[in-house]
C-alpha cells in the first residue's frame, strides 16, 4: 500500500469524526480554539489507538485466513464505506449537548464510538504488508486535523458538510478494499 493510500484512508476513517465535530461545533455559538484542539486530541489518540488493536487481532488470525486475506480485506472495507455511505443519509440526531462543557467520559465514548470502523480497518490491514505504527499515526493526525477543524467550522457551516464528508469517507473506503484487493489478485 503506497503512502497515498494510506493517506487517503486515514481521512476516510476520520470523517465520521469530521461529522460529529461539525455536530458538536454547530451547537457551540462560538467554539474556543483550545476547546477544539482538546476534542481533536481526544479523538485522533483514541482513532489511532483503535487499528492498532484491530491489527494485533488480525495477526493474530492471519495464518487461518491468509488464503482469503483480500477478499477479507474488500469485504470489511466495503461494508464499512457502504454503511458509512448509508449513515450519511440518515437525519442527523438530535442528542442533548452541553457545549463546551461535556464530560471528558462522554467525548471518549463519542471518539470510541467513531473509531470502532477504524479497528475493523485495522483487522484488514493486518492481512496486507503494511506498516501499522504509519498507518496508526496517519490516521490519528488525520482525526485530530479534521476534529478541530470541524468544531471550529460546526456553527459556522451547518450540519451540511458532515453528512457529506461521511459521504466521500464512505466511497474512499470502498475505493480503498477493491485497490487492496485487485493489488493481491492481479
Not at 481526544?42 to 488480525?58: D, H, L, N, R
Not at 464505506?81 to 443519509?89: K, T
Request: proline share 2%; aromatic share 10%.
Amino acid at each position: 500500500m503506497t503512502i497515498f493510500a494510506l493517506i487517503l484512508l486515514a481521512f476516510a476513517m476520520s470523517t465520521d469524526a469530521f461529522a460529529a465535530a461539525i455536530g458538536k461545533g454547530v451547537k457551540i455559538k462560538r467554539p474556543r480554539l483550545s476547546y477544539a484542539i482538546k476534542i481533536g486530541f481526544i479523538f485522533g489518540v483514541i482513532e489511532a489507538s483503535t487499528p492498532v488493536i484491530g491489527w494485533f487481532i488480525g495477526r493474530a488470525a492471519a495464518s487461518f485466513v491468509e488464503a482469503w486475506d483480500r477478499w477479507i480485506a474488500l469485504i470489511i472495507l466495503s461494508g464499512l464505506g457502504v454503511y458509512m455511505i448509508l449513515e450519511s443519509l440518515q437525519p442527523a440526531d438530535d442528542e442533548d449537548d452541553r457545549g463546551q462543557k461535556q464530560s471528558l467520559l462522554l467525548l471518549c465514548f463519542t471518539a470510541l464510538g467513531t473509531s470502532i470502523d477504524a479497528m475493523a480497518v485495522g483487522v484488514g490491514l493486518a492481512l496486507v504488508d503494511i506498516n501499522i505504527a504509519l498507518a496508526s499515526a496517519l490516521i490519528g493526525s488525520a482525526t485530530f486535523l479534521m476534529v478541530t477543524v470541524g468544531i471550529m467550522l460546526g456553527s459556522a457551516m451547518g450540519s451540511l458538510i458532515g453528512k457529506r464528508a461521511e459521504t466521500f469517507g464512505g466511497i474512499i473506503l470502498i475505493a480503498v478494499g477493491i485497490w487492496i484487493f485487485a493489488s493481491h489478485t492481479l
